[in-house]
């Protein structure tokens, strides 16, 4: 098992789940906000959309193309 | 009205102020309006461009606290990067053309460069300010000019110009007393010997980054590269968005008709960019694209009357420039079609400057 935070929130998760599976198995599976502030989630899970824009160890990534590892940070990104 | 981008809506926004009624007829086709940066900045290519930049500046200024905020007009100033004396001297050439023009302007000192953008590269030798410089987003703007009593908007394809009448993809034919061809790099398949040729670019947009830059930032060779009669060139060129997006440009290329992004041309162009600003290399793009330019032989737009067409009138070859100039073209054929007085010297821009030098060089 993996060991990550989401804004800070520990999560345990199985090798091999993308960070766009983690966001979903927190219960709430909203990656960003747009400018009004509302919320967006993994749409097309193939790295085309960039909805699914999340902050990684300081860095903007996408969710649906990243796989967790250990000690990983991830933020929802605002 | 043949065309609703930014010119097209601008003349036509113009003309029904002026209290004539306007039909504009768009194709919805891929246009330079839709693809470009939307900046409105001086260039100083000749002394035509620089009047037409500087009289039209003026006009976007007039009209800056009527536009809608999503029209994201935003008064960032431009910084004109040098990279060493010889990019000094050029500065300092600008700096004097536009104060010709009335566009005050000043050198700054790399130290002060460093406080204004501090993301900006060390060791750079200064910078041009032009503070009255701007940027909007020109399809809203241009959408919202439309939006304007004595205006209607038709989507449809003009598949033909006739005398004083227009035929429909539908078979339809429309009738004006005037009809101005505002289509860019389409006006080409409607009225033929048109010295347009398209030239590609393209942009790239990253994720939002508020706060990290605030000027729209040039390098003082994008004049060159703008100005370019062949070949292809790269020029940086950088906004800051109101989003906290960075757009990203600049690529030339003449003879290509191929709308596909260019991986190799991107990363010459991304390069570039990193050589002024580091910082992007650690930052997420998320959008790439191009469009194309409607340029003509000396950079100029073609603007005023067909010299042989009944009610013909043309507004287009804008090139890079179109939103910068728009206000100022539609300021002209305003003055033309209504027979005013011009608000600066329209000779420069006539399509008789192309047909008078044809039998000299007897190429065409």
Known sequence: ?78 | MIGAGIVGASCAHALALAGLSVRVVDAGLPAATSAGMGHLVSLDGSAAELALCSDSLARWRALAPSLPASGAYHRCGTLWLAENEDDLATADDKRAALAMAGIGSELITPTRLAALEPLLRPGLSGALRVESDAILYAPRVADWLLECVGITLERAQVTALEDQQVRLADGRRLGARVIVLAAGLQAGALLEGLPIEAKKGHLLVTDRYPGRVSHQLVELGYGASAHAGQGTSVAFNLQARPTGQLLIGSTRQFDTLDPRVEPALLARMLERARGYLPALGAINAIRAWTGFRAATPDGLPIIGRHPEREGLWLALGHEGLGVTTAPSTAALIRAGVLGEHPPLDPSPYRFERFRASAPADGQR
């Open chain 1, 1 to 78: 098992m993996i060991r990550l935070t989401l804004d800070g929130e520990a999560l345990v998760l199985p090798e091999g789940t993308s960070v766009a599976a983690a966001l979903a198995a927190s219960g709430d599976d909203h990656a960003r906000s747009d400018l009004a502030g509302r919320p967006r989630a993994p749409f097309c899970g193939m790295g085309i959309c960039q909805e699914c824009r999340v902050c990684i160890d300081g860095r903007r990534r996408l969710a649906c193309q990243t796989l967790i590892r250990e000690g990983m940070e991830v933020e929802r990104t605002r």
